[in-house]
């Protein structure tokens, strides 16, 4: 009986220290798993990723009393470089991951969309070879109604000098980047991420004020019900996305669902499936969305968890920015979702 008993005791320690071991892999702790290394180059994407946590907390903190403090909602009275009005939130949360990054010693420049320049950070870019590009706030139209928003960063390794300042280098292709990944604040905080090996999701604990590791290796379904646009456009769009449209709104098993928060919309479709669209108007094929702050960082994604991203025509990831600030259509989730409205378009033309 007391062999039994220690068995059992044994057994229960090992469970405990299982699922404490389970529970607690931390961002930082988990990047380095992935690579299985303790090299530099592992440290340091390590590192940066703990601070893009970081970035999350903070703006996580300050939306989860944003309707108790003053001078948090609302907009500026500014405009970006995008002709759009800035909200406050967006100010804060691009100070925020400027603030934080000064002090990685890693990241030499930062590009956000709401800057019409990089940013650079002189004291770290003898060795800081990195750039952290990111759209602090998506879906900052939801700030003043208390939905789900979200930010999106991608990190790039310097290629040369950059001796002009202009960070032409930035100007390549999203299979360039070496990270990607976007928080979503919604009921919890979550963080998704990839490295080029998977996709893993992590749930912001606050009583450990930690991000603990959720969901490793997601795949996305190879199909879905779900489509996820914006119909208010629907007239502005080319005949063959409307062809699209009518086809799911006559074909049995499709469902709508659409937040104005790009983040929280890709995300449901990462894990149920299904496709996100948000295609250029007749007046601007080009689109809304910029490739290298939004739809490159969220191809990276989709394409790590076995799903696709195009602008319809060209993979997202194999087109190369011609210009900072460049935008690009973008149709993104299951493989066979995409290949449907793909079909459209091509038949289209």
């Known amino acids: 009986?007391?062999?039994?008993?220690?068995?059992?005791?044994?057994?229960?320690?090992?469970?405990?220290?299982?699922?404490?071991?389970?529970?607690?892999?931390?961002?930082?702790?988990?990047?380095?798993q992935q690579l299985q290394s303790f090299s530099p180059e592992a440290q340091d994407?390590?590192?940066?990723?703990?601070?893009?946590?970081?970035?999350?907390?903070?703006?996580?903190?300050?939306?989860?009393?944003?309707?108790?403090?003053?001078?948090?909602?609302?907009?500026?009275?500014?405009?970006?470089?995008?002709?759009?009005?800035?909200?406050?939130?967006?100010?804060y949360a691009n100070d925020v991951f400027i603030s934080v990054f000064k002090q990685s010693g890693l990241v030499c420049r930062l590009a956000s969309e709401e800057m019409d320049e990089p940013y650079y950070i002189p004291e770290n870019c003898p060795i800081g070879r990195y750039t952290l590009?990111?759209?602090p706030i998506d879906g900052s139209s939801?700030?003043?109604?208390?939905?789900?928003?979200?930010?999106?960063?991608s990190i790039r390794k310097q290629e040369g000098e950059d001796l002009d300042g202009k960070a032409s280098d930035l100007l390549a292709a999203g299979r360039n980047q070496i990270a990607a990944g976007y928080i979503l604040y919604g009921p919890s905080t979550m963080l998704v991420y990839t490295i080029g090996r998977g996709v893993h999701s992590f749930t912001l604990d606050p009583s450990l004020g930690e991000f603990i590791l959720t969901e490793e290796n997601i795949k996305i379904p190879e199909?879905?019900?779900?489509?996820?646009?914006?119909?208010?456009?629907?007239?502005?769009?080319?005949?063959?996305?409307?062809?699209?449209?009518?086809?799911?709104?006559?074909?049995?098993?499709?469902?709508?669902?659409?937040?104005?928060?790009?983040?929280?919309?890709?995300?449901?479709?990462?894990?149920?499936?299904?496709?996100f669209l948000y295609p250029g108007t007749v007046k601007k094929p080009e689109g809304k969305l910029r490739l290298l702050y939004e739809t490159a960082p969220l191809a990276f994604i989709i394409e790590q968890?076995?799903?696709?991203?195009?602008?319809?025509?060209?993979?997202?990831?194999?087109?190369?920015?011609?210009?900072?600030h460049q935008r690009t259509p973008l149709i993104i989730g299951s493989k066979h979702d995409v290949a449907k409205v793909e079909s459209f378009i091509k038949n289209g033309h």
């Not at 939801?142 to 960063?153: K, M, P």
């Not at 968890?305 to 900072?324: C, F, M, N, P, Q």
């Open 305 to 324: 968890a076995g799903g696709r991203a195009t602008t319809g025509t060209t993979d997202i990831l194999d087109v190369v920015a011609e210009k900072l």
């Open 142 to 153: 939801n700030t003043d109604t208390n939905l789900s928003l979200g930010s999106i960063f």
């Open 133 to 135: 590009l990111y759209d």
């Open 45 to 91: 994407l390590s590192a940066l990723m703990n601070r893009i946590g970081l970035a999350g907390k903070l703006v996580a903190r300050r939306l989860s009393r944003a309707g108790l403090m003053e001078g948090v909602l609302g907009f500026t009275g500014e405009v970006n470089v995008q002709g759009e009005s800035v909200k406050k939130m967006d100010v």
């Open 1 to 32: 009986m007391a062999q039994a008993s220690e068995y059992t005791d044994l057994s229960m320690v090992n469970a405990v220290s299982d699922g404490l071991d389970r529970d607690c892999t931390t961002l930082s702790r988990h990047v380095l």
């Open 223 to 275: 199909q879905g019900s779900v489509y996820s646009v914006n119909e208010g456009n629907f007239w502005q769009w080319d005949e063959s996305i409307r062809e699209y449209i009518r086809y799911v709104h006559r074909t049995e098993g499709y469902t709508a669902r659409y937040s104005g928060a790009m983040v929280s919309d890709i995300h449901r479709v990462l894990l149920q499936g299904g496709v």
